[in-house]
């Protein structure tokens, strides 16, 4: 009987990667996803601004002009912007509302209320309109609608 050894050889070219690449490639990926979520912040909170200056500029014009209309002024800012929402007292019949459907739009994307004064100090025959931004408070960084 004839019995052949049979060597094991290892090969020189393996595939596959080896500890230290995934180990690399894992490291890779971490800084990128550290590097995207560091940045988040500055792309939603720019979306943030916008979503306010819009609001204050452009989205209550409407609800305000109409109440305006079957009131036959502005609400005071004893009133505030809930008389959009919540019939007033001494509306004498005139009130059409709801002019706006919920609260929430009574908040600033970072959780304030809005800013509301009429008759406006800026704008005399109308409404002053604004968020304090992203502090929270009546700063530099505030959103207006003048």
Excluded: C
Aim: glycine share 10%; charged share 20%; no cysteine.
């Amino acid at each position: 009987m004839f019995v052949s050894k049979k060597k094991t050889q290892f090969r020189a070219n393996k595939s596959g990667m080896t500890l230290i690449e995934i180990v690399l490639v894992i490291a890779l990926i971490v800084a990128i996803l550290g590097f995207a979520v560091g940045n988040l912040g500055n792309i939603f909170g720019n979306q943030q601004v916008k979503l306010a200056s819009l609001t204050v500029k452009d989205t209550y014009d409407l609800p305000l002009t109409t109440y305006r209309v079957d009131m036959g002024s502005y609400p005071n800012t004893a009133l505030g912007l809930k008389a959009l929402i919540t019939k007033p007292q001494n509306d004498r019949g005139r009130w059409r509302g709801p002019y706006l459907k919920d609260e929430e739009k009574l908040i600033d994307p970072w959780g304030n209320p809005y800013q509301y004064v009429s008759p406006g100090t800026h704008n005399k025959t109308g409404y002053d309109l604004s968020s304090w931004g992203p502090d929270g408070v009546a700063s530099g960084d505030d959103i207006k609608n003048w």
